[in-house]
């Protein structure tokens, strides 16, 4: 499971849009634990991070000027369950 949220994060980096659908699972779940973050929350589903999440992500930043998940770190790791972090490297169009 771990080698499947590596590519995950890979194709997140060089933004792989087709790497990153054949990736993610009907049921793959998105959770974002910051608060007062834009996505804050848990997406449930595939449809829905390819309608909400993926589209708004992109739609923030600057092409070239960052780099998303330019780090990840699998933080622990049992049986189909990954918890992983990732740090962006740059700025948004905000700032």
């Given at each position: 499971m771990i080698h499947i949220v590596d590519a995950y994060?890979?194709?997140?980096?060089?933004?792989?849009?087709?790497?990153?659908?054949?990736?993610?699972?009907?049921d793959f779940v998105f959770i974002c634990p910051n608060q007062d973050h834009v996505f804050s929350g848990v997406y449930v589903g595939k449809q829905r991070f390819f309608d909400e999440v993926f589209p708004h992500v992109f739609a923030?930043?600057?092409?070239?000027?960052?780099?998303?998940?330019?780090?990840?770190?699998i933080v622990a790791a049992s049986g189909n369950t990954v918890v992983a972090m990732a740090q962006n490297e740059g700025f948004t169009r905000a700032g």
């Open positions: 994060y890979q194709a997140v980096r060089t933004a792989d849009a087709e790497a990153l659908a054949d990736l993610v699972h009907p923030c930043i600057e092409p070239g000027a960052l780099t998303f998940c330019a780090r990840h770190k």
